[in-house]
């Protein structure tokens, strides 16, 4: 490869004279998830080369340097990935050898193959802008670059709703999203919204309004034309409608047949019918707290769901790459499996943590379900106190 291909794909990082085109394009995305100061004290910026083979498997994706040092060889190297990283970095690789040739610099051999690397380069933007947001860092302008044959990969616009602190969620395949309208204005539906000024839409003056005679009055309603006056563009105004009153059943002498004057019966129907309100009201008022609270719990345990799953298939993808080896297909699809559920407890936990979503504040930082009952216990111990103030049982403890 030319130098400027090299700084203009891998920017301030020098790749070892030995590799080729292929070890480039995967060492310039295994750069994207070290962190600068990690490989400058790791590894530095010359002779680097991505770990690629078989003989390895484990550290697919760490970065080395060999240097000479007073004549000593020194080997440095950087962590190992983590098996996420591992696993988008193998997606990528196996779309770029469907397109380019393993040997030389971006050997086109499968033109039909290029729409599948440009998926590729956007599912891969897609995932590294979440990992990255997590670090509080974004992707440089040398990884946007394209690779020969592509087309530039444009980076996500900055969001104004919330701040850069915030936890971002991560995306898994980047997919079309339905575009926002907007409503058109109200059409007119009355007749005095649509006539021009001036137009007066009221009967003739000549018109029979007393009823007696139907037929003439509906022929000469539909027949008379409308009437152009300055002095009708002025619409009367309506007449006010008068307060209504109370309605019959709060009157005296309604209620239980007893004389006017007499209001002991109607202050015992008051009473029982606040009675009433007041249990029902209660009861939805608990029926509300429990629902609120089993979304609490029901969150945790779908958080735990999810890393749970992500360990297993973790485990089950080691378990095949040491029986099969890490060509198979059935690594690659436990890693995508692990991956996803890995993404859904991180999303999960993101908006089961988020004050805007309704979340109790004090809740969000259990651990456990029990731990969360306590919580729970305590809160409602410190809400109830005015119930114990005036002597009134609560009706959830009988339960």
């Not at 007073?70 to 779309?95: C, H, S």
């Not at 309004?209 to 619409?235: C, F, I, M, R």
């Not at 769901?305 to 040491?322: G, P």
């Not at 005036?390 to 959830?396: G, V």
Request: hydrophobic fraction near 35%; proline fraction near 6%.
């Amino acid at each position: 490869m030319l130098p400027t291909e090299i700084r203009r794909l891998l920017g301030p990082w020098v790749p070892a004279h030995t590799v080729n085109a292929r070890h480039c394009a995967i060492l310039r995305k295994a750069l994207e998830t070290y962190p600068p100061l990690h490989l400058n004290i790791s590894v530095g910026h010359e002779r680097l080369r991505v770990v690629m083979g078989r003989d390895q498997p484990h550290e697919f994706g760490r970065i080395r340097a060999d240097s000479k040092q007073n004549g000593v060889l020194a080997k440095r190297a950087t962590r190992i990935p983590d098996d996420e990283v591992q696993f988008q970095l193998r997606m990528y690789l196996i779309a770029l050898d469907t397109c380019y040739a393993k040997r030389g610099d971006f050997v086109l051999k499968n033109a039909a193959g290029l729409p599948t690397l440009q998926q590729a380069e956007y599912d891969w933007h897609s995932w590294i802008t979440g990992y990255l947001a997590n670090e509080g860092r974004a992707r440089p302008q040398w990884a946007l670059e394209p690779l020969p044959h592509l087309t530039r990969v444009a980076p996500r616009p900055p969001s104004h709703e919330s701040d850069d602190d915030e936890p971002e969620l991560l995306a898994g395949t980047q997919t079309l999203k339905r575009a926002g309208f907007s409503r058109s204005p109200r059409p007119a539906k009355r007749l005095k919204d649509m006539v021009p000024d001036g137009v007066d839409v009221r009967a003739p003056s000549g018109s029979d309004t007393d009823g007696s005679s139907g037929s003439e009055s509906e022929s000469d309603a539909t027949e008379a034309p409308l009437s152009v006056s300055a002095a009708s563009a002025k619409q009367p105004q309506k007449k006010k409608k008068a307060p209504r009153s109370d309605g019959w059943i709060w009157f005296h002498r309604f209620v239980g047949g007893c004389p006017t004057g007499d209001e002991t019966a109607l202050d015992n129907y008051k009473r029982e019918s606040l009675r009433v309100q007041w249990f029902r009201a209660e009861a939805e008022m608990y029926r509300r707290l429990e629902q609120y609270e089993r979304k609490h719990a029901e969150l945790l345990r779908v958080i735990a769901r999810f890393r749970r799953d992500a360990e297993v298939w973790a485990k089950l993808a080691n378990r095949a790459m040491e029986r099969h080896g890490e060509n198979d297909g059935s690594v690659a699809f436990a890693r995508m499996q692990s991956t996803t559920f890995t993404r859904l407890a991180h999303n999960a936990d993101v908006m089961f943590r988020d004050a805007k979503l309704g979340a109790h504040h004090d809740w969000v930082s259990a651990s456990s379900i029990d731990e969360l009952a306590v919580r729970v216990d305590k809160w409602r111990d410190s809400v109830f106190l005015w119930m114990d103030a005036l002597d009134i049982h609560r009706a959830y403890k009988d339960f």
